[in-house]
């Protein structure tokens, strides 16, 4: 979040001058000071309320101005405020202006400490060392970040960030369950043999492997995105805002590990900032493609193979629609949740499957392997859902297991 603070802070470049090299530091200093005496800041965020959840507009937590330009005073409520520790935290609040965002300080550039009572810290299993609480406000000093009434429009841009890094966060956790198992099955003998040279184990191993290949492909390929969107590009800008949703959506969801604090870092990459699909059927902005129309976007990931296309047209018929949001395809918004995890399941196997990746990924057994256990549709493999240990018959598990589980890994 620290990090992901700074393009939303960048909205008001004199809070930004002050704070963003704070931010961007590699310093680590702990306690409640005065940020700017400081050697590196900690960012938070403050959103959602009881009444409203997921949906911000609903937010009661009020921003009176005072007599200083930019200034303004807060009373309310947060059911869930990330960090308390943290040194700033962007939070939203309705001002005259409707629902604004605000950078608000534990300690005041006085000295004095801010009005920030933590009511009670969040239950998270297995992680005490990370918590998430409940604050109250009561005249608690905020500065303005960004437009007045454009809450939601700056704090979105931390928004995108934190879900880009819910991403990565859950494909790191995916490789790490990947090799302690590998570990394990090395190790382990079982009925004359070592597990990792069973033959269900290999494919349940080399399936897990494929997951998170294409886990960190899809990450590489986001933030790429994300990079290319700052430079000005236009159709990466239109792409991230709709794959990172969609990305984030479907990766946290395939992360299980199991020991407890790994799990609770899994759990919490899922609900951290999950309506991706509400985000996700609002209509893009008009923007120029260079030629390329969004109708035919999908069909680079296509290639010739028919599981392939089919899952392209399916996307194409369900795409937001021309006017409102509302898909193309028939049954509304109900028939675009339907298909949705279906396209994020389809998309990255798809790019990884056919030709050249973005992300630089090379050619090798996990491509047409993946693309055939998550596209296939053979109705007793159907059946078994997204089981791990169902890769079809004839995929390389042997060239799968060397490249992603090498010696070195344990």
């Not at 369950?177 to 597990?195: I, K, M, N, P, S």
């Not at 193979?305 to 006017?323: Q, V, Y």
Request: charged share 25%; net charge positive; proline share 10%.
């Amino acid at each position: 979040m620290t990090y992901a603070a700074v393009p939303a802070l960048r909205r008001e470049p004199e809070l930004a001058k002050v704070y963003e090299p704070l931010l961007t530091g590699r310093a680590y200093d702990p306690g409640l000071r005065v940020p700017t005496q400081k050697r590196g800041l900690l960012a938070g965020m403050g959103m959602t309320e009881k009444q409203g959840g997921s949906d911000v507009r609903t937010n009661t937590t009020t921003a009176t101005p005072t007599a200083e330009p930019g200034v303004y005073t807060l009373r309310g409520h947060k059911w869930f405020t990330s960090a308390p520790m943290c040194d700033v935290f962007l939070v939203l609040a309705q001002a005259p202006d409707g629902l604004s965002c605000f950078l608000v300080p534990r300690v005041l550039p006085d000295g004095t400490r801010n009005t920030f009572r933590v009511q009670r810290l969040k239950d998270k299993l297995g992680n005490r060392s990370n918590a998430s609480s409940e604050p109250e406000f009561d005249g608690t000093v905020a500065w303005l970040v960004g437009p007045g009434g454009q809450g939601v429009k700056t704090i979105i841009e931390m928004v995108n960030c934190t879900r880009l890094d819910c991403v990565m966060m859950s494909a790191a956790l995916m490789r790490k369950t990947l090799v302690e198992a590998g570990h394990h099955a090395r190790h382990r003998g079982a009925f004359g043999a070592r597990l990792f040279d069973q033959p269900l184990m290999r494919n349940v191993l080399a399936d897990l492997a494929l997951e998170s290949e294409a886990a960190t492909t899809l990450t590489l390929r986001l933030a790429g995105a994300a990079d290319r969107a700052v430079r000005g590009d236009a159709g990466e800008r239109v792409f991230r805002r709709i794959a990172t949703a969609v990305g984030k959506y479907w990766v946290t969801k395939r992360d299980r590990p199991s020991p407890p604090r790994p799990w609770n870092a899994s759990a919490a990459t899922v609900t951290w900032r999950s309506p991706a699909c509400p985000g996700t059927t609002a209509r893009p902005p008009a923007v120029d493609l260079g030629g390329l129309g969004q109708r035919q976007r999908p069909r680079r990931a296509e290639g010739t193979d028919p599981r392939t296309r089919h899952r392209g047209r399916l996307l194409r018929r369900t795409r937001p629609g021309p006017r409102g949001g509302r898909p193309a395809g028939r049954g509304g918004d109900r028939a675009q949740v339907r298909t949705r995890p279906g396209h994020a399941g389809g998309g990255p196997p798809a790019r990884g499957a056919h030709g050249p990746h973005p992300a630089g990924v090379p050619p090798g057994p996990a491509r047409p392997a993946r693309g055939r256990r998550r596209l296939l549709r053979d109705p007793a493999r159907r059946r078994l859902g997204h089981s791990f240990g169902t890769l079809p018959d004839g995929a390389d598990l042997g060239g799968i297991l060397e490249r992603a589980l090498s010696p070195a890994d344990g």
